[in-house]
């Protein structure tokens, strides 16, 4: 009885939790948006520049020597003022703009001192954060800047039994303030969000619904009431015999 009781009480329906339930057959999908992240402060790039003369293109890369004998390529931190020191350019402006913006942007500058410039720069502290009712909490750092909000939810092995998919929250940081946006996980509207592609520093948190609430507040007294119940029962059947 007990047992039944308690089994009862941590039932959740299908609508709560499976994903993207109004998904029916094939169907087509809106074309997906290209996904570019914006360079905030304290972002770390990597910008390598090469050509066919490579000699030309050396003073252009700062490098440290590690000890081994192959030194490594120095990245760049975007300061407070969203802006980076790029060897004999100077001072250059970064912040909000896409890495493929700023490889445009020296290309066109490096013209003036390199023969066909090629120019790499990529975003490499590019980290999300999952908290909540999921296996494996923690902070991920991604080696590309494309992520999905599906994907990070994957990388922590995916919400627990006891986390809520109707209301998943996001925390991002844009243009100096702080947001949080409701996401739900079991319509198909989610990938229509402008939330679905994370961008960097993102936080995403997962609720836990009524029933680890419930379980949570009772605690350590969970096997205290079981007994009692029992106790309770047994006695009651004992008396009416």
């Known amino acids: 009885m007990v047992s039944a009781i308690l089994l009862l009480g941590s039932c959740v329906s299908k609508q709560k939790m499976v994903y993207f339930q109004d998904v029916d057959g094939i169907e087509m999908l809106d074309v997906i948006n290209k996904n570019e992240p914006k360079i905030q402060v304290g972002d770390i790039l990597s910008i390598q520049v090469s050509a066919i003369d490579m000699e030309a293109a050396l003073p252009f890369n700062l490098y440290e020597n590690t000890g081994n004998g192959t030194p490594n390529l120095i990245n760049h931190l975007v300061n407070s003022d969203g802006e980076i020191n790029f060897p004999v350019l100077g001072t250059l402006k970064v912040i909000g703009f896409s890495?493929?913006?700023?490889?445009?942007?020296?290309?066109?500058?490096?013209?003036?001192?390199?023969?066909k410039p090629i120019v790499n720069v990529r975003l490499v502290n590019f980290k999300v954060t999952v908290l909540g009712e999921v296996k494996s909490p923690g902070t991920y750092t991604i080696p590309n800047e494309r992520l999905s909000i599906i994907e990070a939810i994957g990388m922590a092995g995916d919400l627990t039994i006891q986390g809520k998919r109707t209301q998943v929250t996001l925390i991002r940081e844009q243009n100096g303030k702080r947001i949080s946006v409701q996401l739900d996980l079991t319509t198909k509207k989610i990938f229509d969000s402008p939330y679905f592609f994370l961008a960097q520093n993102d936080i995403i948190y997962i609720e836990p619904n009524k029933t680890k609430i419930n379980s949570s507040a009772v605690g350590a007294n969970t096997s205290i009431l079981i007994s009692s119940l029992s106790a309770l029962i047994s006695l009651i059947a004992i008396l009416t015999r």
């Open 99 to 115: 890495t493929k913006t700023i490889t445009n942007h020296l290309t066109n500058l490096l013209n003036d001192y390199i023969k």
